[in-house]
């Protein structure tokens, strides 16, 4: 569990022009058609070797991540929330606990959560204000400890380079 019993996970929120919708299977139509739309810049978001989502990404493989990703932030293991502005999917948040495949790893005391966001086509000119918006939101209302966003506040060079610093 990333947060404590006593933490509510919000299922909504707003930030600016932003509104935050716990990722949920009602979203399936809408996410799907950015996440295809936007394959090419997504994957790499997660990491440099990170190839989600597949170029042969159902819309029932969607429903059933969108499954997880509500049972996973309901049980506060990790967090996914849609971006919406008025009534356009701007793209989706993350909060995950920081893993790492290395035996030493010395983010791990450094980080607790991973934060990372992608942005739909349509919002590519926007993706700053959005990811300043999604920072903020995060920040007050989730009991971060010590939250990193790699790949947005490190390039993945210099995040790999953390982890024996």
């Not at 502005?85 to 791990?108: T, V």
Request: glycine fraction near 4%; hydrophobic fraction near 40%.
């Amino acid at each position: 569990m990333l947060f404590p019993d006593r933490f509510s996970t919000p299922r909504t929120g707003q930030e600016g022009p932003y509104q935050f919708r716990l990722l949920c299977p009602a979203d399936v139509t809408a996410d799907h058609k950015a996440v295809m739309a936007a394959a090419e810049r997504i994957r790499g978001v997660f990491g440099p070797d990170n190839h989600w989502p597949p170029a042969t990404l159902t819309e029932a493989d969607n429903l059933a991540d969108l499954q997880r990703h509500e049972q996973d932030s309901l049980n506060r293991l990790n967090f996914a929330y849609s971006i919406w502005q008025d009534e356009h999917y701007a793209g989706c948040a993350y909060i995950k606990p920081f893993k790492s495949r290395l035996e030493i790893d010395a983010r791990r005391g450094r980080f607790r959560e991973l934060c990372y966001l992608w942005v739909s086509n349509d919002f590519v000119t926007q993706e700053e204000a959005i990811y300043q918006h999604t920072r903020h939101w995060i920040n007050q209302h989730f009991p971060l400890r010590q939250p990193a966003w790699p790949g947005r506040e490190w390039g993945w060079a210099q995040w790999a380079a953390l982890a024996s610093a």
